[in-house]
Each structure stands twice: as structure tokens, then as C-alpha cells.
């Protein structure tokens, strides 16, 4: 009996700091200053909008003015007292030394960054064999430079503060996942973020992918270590699954695409 409760007291005392450890702490956004690139349009304007409710101020840069203008309408209805909304207009793919002037800019009037978001960015929807050479350059420019950029125009200041976040907004979305309503995953993004979580993901087929690439990411919670370590193997069964029906589905249309031209011929 003296056995069994003190192995039970040395395993909830270990359990007690295991959860401790993989605890995060929740930051606030009240008073704070938040910059969202791409935050006219889709999940960089509900970012916007669900950062200013949190209390922040807020800064939406993009490239068309028109839209920005529009976007600033509709988030200063959500901001709090004492907080605002700036908008820069710059193209953030281009120049290094454009971003940097528009974060300087942004400082200025709102502040220290203390949130980076970057959700400017656009894709070429067409079939891989569809797409020209030129899409290429053309994508990793507005998606890879307009985040690599704004993060380095802003780290050294955060580096100061200490205090800074740059939610891993890269992670969260899968489009095996499907399409979810933008304000669903701005919500899980910067709640995710104030959490100090390292990986947010929308819905089931989010959080399996989330599992099975951990790897050497960080883990935010033990109820998120315990699953990875538990679910992995089954998990990678579970993909083997889905990328079969991914092959089933390229087949079907490839087959249906040859009837067509067999027709037509
Ligand atoms: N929605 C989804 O379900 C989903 C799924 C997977 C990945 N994503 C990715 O998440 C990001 C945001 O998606 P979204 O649906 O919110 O797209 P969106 O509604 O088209 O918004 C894109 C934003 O980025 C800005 N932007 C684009 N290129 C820019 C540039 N070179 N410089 C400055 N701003 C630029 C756009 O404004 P201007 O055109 O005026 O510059 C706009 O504000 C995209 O990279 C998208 O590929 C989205």
C-alpha cells in the first residue's frame, strides 16, 4: 500500500511538471500595436478586425489604396477607445527597402510592432502542367519575399522589446483541409499566437497534419505532446489513406479527361 501511493504521489507530482513545462504563457493584445500584411482583403482584414476587438491598434498594409481605404472603414467600427487603424500602401514583394520604410512608417504612428502578421499573398490556381514558368518567380515573390521581408524590417525592434510574436501563420492551413470561412481561421491564428502556440491548424484534417509533422517543433501543451507521441504511427497509416484517394482522384480525371478527347476526336 505504501508502495502504490507513493508511485502514484511521484507520478501526478511528475505529471504536475511535465504540465508546467509545456505550459504557454497568454499574451494580450490591449495597447498593443499590431501589423497584418495583406490586411485588406480575407484573413489579414478578420485579423485585423479580431486585433482591434482585442484591444490593439492596428496597421494594414497592402498594395491597391482603394481597398485599404474600405478595409479601414470596417475595422475602425471594432477598435477600442484610444486605438487605431493606419494603412500603408506598399508593395511588399519587391524592395527591401520599401518594407522597411513602411514599417518605420508604421512605427511611427502606432508604435513598437509587437505582432507581426503576414498574410499578404496570392497563388496561381492552375493545374501544375498548366502553369507557365514565369507564375513561379511570380509566387515566390508575393508569398515568400512579402513575408521574409516584413519579418526582417521588423525583428530587430522586436529583438529589443523582448517581446514580440510572429505567428507561424504558415502552418495553420492546409489545403488538403479544405476552405474555411476567414474568420474562423484569423480567430485561430491569433488566439493560437497569444498562446505562444507553435502550429495552429482549422479542423480535423488540420490537426492530423499538425500531428504527423511535428517533429522538431515545439510543444505548447501535454495534452499536444502526449497525442503526438501516442497517434504518429496510426497517423502516417491514416495519410497513407488519404493519399490514395489523392491518386484515385488524379486517375478519375485523368480518365475522364482522355474520354473527353476520345469523344471530340
Ligand atoms: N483563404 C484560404 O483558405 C487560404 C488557404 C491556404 C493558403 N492561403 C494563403 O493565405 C494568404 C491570405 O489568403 P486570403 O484568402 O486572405 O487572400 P486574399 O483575400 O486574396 O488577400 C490577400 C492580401 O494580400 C495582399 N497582397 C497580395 N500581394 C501583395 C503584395 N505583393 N504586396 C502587398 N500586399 C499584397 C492583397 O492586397 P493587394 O492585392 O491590394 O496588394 C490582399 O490584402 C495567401 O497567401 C493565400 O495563398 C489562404
Not at 29 to 49: F, Y
Not at 116 to 122: E, F, I, Q, R
Not at 175 to 201: N, Q
Not at 202 to 209: A, C, E, I, N
Request: overall charge positive.
Amino acid at each position: 500500500m505504501f508502495w502504490l501511493i507513493l508511485f502514484s504521489s511521484v507520478f501526478v507530482f511528475g505529471l504536475a511538471i511535465l504540465a508546467k513545462t509545456f505550459a504557454s504563457k497568454t499574451a494580450k493584445l490591449d495597447g498593443r500595436h499590431v501589423v497584418i500584411t495583406g490586411g485588406s482583403s480575407g484573413i489579414g482584414k478578420s485579423m485585423a478586425i479580431q486585433a482591434a476587438q482585442m484591444g490593439a491598434s492596428v496597421t494594414i498594409m497592402a498594395r491597391n489604396k482603394e481597398k485599404l481605404d474600405e478595409a479601414r472603414t470596417e475595422i475602425q467600427g471594432h477598435l477600442k477607445a484610444n486605438m487605431k487603424v493606419e494603412t500603408i500602401s506598399v508593395d511588399l514583394s519587391t524592395s527591401y527597402d520599401a518594407v522597411k520604410s513602411a514599417m518605420q512608417q508604421a512605427e511611427g504612428k502606432c508604435g513598437p510592432v509587437f505582432m507581426l502578421v503576414n498574410s499578404a499573398g496570392s497563388s496561381v490556381s492552375e493545374a501544375f502542367v498548366d502553369l507557365k514558368p514565369a507564375d513561379f518567380p511570380k509566387m515566390m515573390e508575393m508569398n515568400y519575399y512579402s513575408a521574409v521581408y516584413a519579418t526582417k524590417a521588423v525583428v530587430d525592434s522586436m529583438v529589443g522589446q523582448q517581446a514580440g510574436r510572429i505567428p507561424k501563420e504558415t502552418v495553420l492551413i492546409s489545403e488538403t483541409a479544405g476552405l474555411f470561412k476567414a474568420d474562423e481561421v484569423a480567430r485561430t491564428i491569433l488566439t493560437d499566437s497569444l498562446h505562444g502556440k507553435f502550429m495552429s491548424y482549422v479542423g480535423l484534417d488540420g490537426w492530423m497534419l499538425a500531428s504527423i509533422t511535428a517533429g522538431m517543433s515545439q510543444a505548447s501543451s501535454l495534452v499536444e505532446v502526449i497525442t503526438q507521441v501516442l497517434l504518429m504511427g496510426i497517423l502516417r497509416l491514416v495519410g497513407l489513406f488519404y493519399l490514395s484517394s489523392f491518386d484515385k482522384i488524379v486517375l478519375r480525371c485523368k480518365q475522364e479527361k482522355d474520354a473527353g478527347k476520345q469523344k471530340s476526336s
